[in-house]
């Protein structure tokens, strides 16, 4: 995005960064062998060709369309690649691999958007008649995040492809399989007080999503949790218990679901000849019992319910997460530095979970372990509105499309979440049916 007129060092920063990000989801689709650029690995969302047009779609329609007030870059692949899809009634796509463009015109498509956009957008930038959502940068931290979401989304997708459908990366080891499991540990009592949740709706404080506004403060009684996510080997106790078939452990809504859909244990795992393995991104290894165990919402619940706990709520999470015993509160469970690599398994630094535990120095101030990264933790809170919520009127339907009371907030982050993604008002929410999410999950109980 390099050009002669002037514009201020926020701005090139916000442009490199996504030029960057841009390079990132490139080259996640250069791990999809040709053959397999049509395959839809998971039956609930588009086939992954849709993925490839949707990132540059959505930055024309978003920045050129909304915000600059430009016409179409191509009418057809601006509506067609505009939005993904995430049921709620249980039908599944029917669409067919010859119902989508060859992927060279997706190619030529998104050139060209990248080339006018950068063009447009540093013309924007350098006038003194800027749109305000472009001069203050939040459009563009809008679009650079929306498609490092669906850098984490995309791994989730082409995790579930064979292995024989990718191309894998030649510094991708396979994984160390550590089967030690860590010894049960007392859960953490953690003090009534108070958390601060969302974050406070000006420029000063840095960009949010909808749903992150506005800042308030909820009063939480006292609880103590788990001081580590359930691991696999936690988990497999569950399974060898028959949790799936005890149908005491499960929501109506959950039981008929495992009942119809036949899941028997978590989708990430592999039964051989009476071996369990786990299907990491690019291999399939003796299921290491000392990881974190990825599950849906409703087998979290049923396994909290088997284990004499609960889900916590977003503000449990958020009271043993960044609060401390004297009361203030801290930007992340370390302390306020920014995230490095000391501090957790997250920002595309692996590919797959470590061990539980492995990274003390990211501990919370009440000695609670991984609360960001290596997954991300399930909470039993709806994703709802806070109180003052407003959308973005360039993008109305980020947020407000979801409040539907069949979404699950869930908080941290994952191996494949990028840093920026790591602040503590960010909320992630998918349905508690959802298996293919690399999200995990603690337990708690009231004490009060």
Partial sequence: ????????????????RWQAARAHTDQLFELVRPEAMTDRPIPERHRIIFYLGHLEAFDWNLVARQVLGLG?????FDTLFAFGIDPVD???????????????????????????????????????????????????????????????????????????????????QPP???????????????????????????PEHGFGWDNEFEQHTVAVPAFAIDPFNVTNGDYLEFLRAGGYQERSFWMDDDWNWIRRAGISHPTFWVERRGRWYLRTMFDEIPLPLGWPVY??????????????????????FHRAAYGTPEGREREY???????ASTHGNFDFQRWDPVPVGTFPAGHSAFGVADLVGNGWEWTSTRFEPFEGFQ??????????????????????????????????????????????????????????
């Avoid at 179409?72 to 057809?76: C, F, K, R």
């Avoid at 469970?333 to 995230?339: I, K, L, R």
């Fill in 391 to 448: 959308s973005y009127p360039f993008y109305p339907g980020y947020s407000a499309n979801f409040f539907d009371g069949k979404h699950y907030v869930l908080k941290g982050g994952s191996a494949r979440t990028a840093a920026c993604l790591l602040r503590r008002s960010f909320r992630n929410w998918f349905q508690p049916h959802y298996p293919y999410v690399y999200a995990t999950f603690r337990g708690v109980r009231n004490t009060e």
């Fill in 333 to 339: 469970p370390w302390g306020d530095a920014p995230p």
């Fill in 1 to 16: 995005m390099c050009s002669t007129l002037t514009l201020r060092p926020a701005h090139h920063l916000l442009l490199n």
């Fill in 176 to 202: 160390s399989v550590d089967r030690l499991v860590q010894h049960p540990l007392p859960m953490v009592p953690i003090p009534a007080g108070t958390a601060t949740l969302g974050r406070r709706r000006a």
């Fill in 90 to 172: 249980g039908s599944l796509p029917t669409d067919q691999p010859s119902d989508w463009p060859a992927r060279e015109q997706i190619e030529t498509y998104n050139r060209k958007v990248r080339e006018r956009l950068d063009r447009e957008v540093v013309r924007a930038l350098a006038s003194p008649g800027a749109p305000e959502y472009l001069r203050e940068g939040t459009v563009l931290h809008a679009a650079i995040e929306h498609r490092l979401l669906h850098a984490e989304t995309l791994a989730y997708m082409l995790h579930q492809l064979p292995l024989d459908r990718q191309n894998r990366p030649r510094a991708a």
């Fill in 295 to 316: 599950v849906s919402h409703a087998e979290a619940s049923a396994y909290c319910r088997w284990a004499g706990k609960a889900l916590p709520t977003e503000a449990q």
């Fill in 72 to 76: 179409a870059m191509d009418e057809e």
